[in-house]
């Protein structure tokens, strides 16, 4: 069976910093790209960050970069995302998301397992 758990999630400032990390299980790690996304309220799903396996190949949002940074550990089978410099308008639920490819996507609909979610709210 196929688990992700995202945790991490919180009330912050703006300009503050979180450090969402998701864990993955009953999947081969190796050959798994890895992304996040976010869902604002009355917002529909929108993509963050992906990275492959190897760290190669990775694509943003362009509203996060220089803010937020993907990465993981494949011998954990985890994936963080840290943000820093976060904004009100950065409050959303936050996904992890793993798609059973090695080549990296933005379309949610090409990604396989999702988490239940993690709430980040930033307050102005």
């Known amino acids: 069976q196929v688990k992700l758990v995202e945790s991490g999630g919180g009330l912050v400032q703006a300009g503050g910093s979180l450090r969402l990390s998701c864990a993955v299980s009953g999947l081969d790690f190796r050959r798994t790209v890895m992304g996040w996304f976010r869902r604002a309220p009355g917002k529909d799903l929108e993509f963050v960050y992906a990275?492959?396996?190897?760290?190669?190949?990775?694509y943003w949002l362009d509203s996060v970069k220089g803010r937020f940074t993907i990465s993981r550990d494949n011998a954990k089978n985890m994936v963080y995302l840290q943000m820093n410099s976060l904004k009100p308008e950065d409050t959303a639920v936050y996904y992890c998301?793993?798609?059973?490819?090695?080549?990296?996507?933005?379309?949610?609909?090409?990604?396989?397992?999702w988490g239940q979610g993690t709430q980040v709210t930033v307050s102005s």
């Open positions: 998301a793993a798609r059973r490819d090695i080549i990296v996507s933005r379309n949610r609909h090409e990604y396989d397992y």
């Open positions: 990275l492959s396996w190897s760290g190669d190949d990775t």
